[in-house]
């Protein structure tokens, strides 16, 4: 994976504000030199945590969409289970998929594209 710290907290930070900025009390970013992971953890006021590895085996493209998974989990998790982002005209919320190469969030009943997972350079 050619990620480094600063670029993946900018992807978190950015998924968060897509999924509605879910009450954070940290986000923490942290290299894993000795295995060239990244892990992210997420805690919550209420002193929960929620994290995700990112493996240096990993594309760019597929660690934005393990990281978007992830982070969709803990903020539905702490939405008590509002779809996050919400799928248009469904009650699920959509799903982190690679489209075309590209991060995307899919509706899991149409397979369709609904946004990408973030917002193109």
Do not use: K, N
């Amino acid at each position: 994976m050619d990620v480094v710290r600063a670029p993946v907290r900018a992807w978190a930070e950015e998924i968060l504000r897509g999924l509605g900025d879910p009450p954070l009390r940290d986000l923490v970013v942290e290299s894993r030199p000795e295995s060239g992971e990244v892990e992210v953890v997420l805690w919550f006021p209420d002193g929960t945590a929620a994290g995700s590895y990112l493996q240096a085996a990993m594309t760019d493209a597929e660690a934005v969409v393990h990281l978007a998974d992830g982070l969709q989990d803990a903020a539905v998790e702490q939405a008590l289970g509002r779809p996050l982002p919400p799928c248009p005209g469904h009650p699920h919320p959509p799903t982190a998929r690679l489209v075309s190469g590209v991060p995307a969030w899919t509706c899991p009943r149409t397979g369709g594209a609904v946004r990408p997972i973030l917002t193109p350079p």
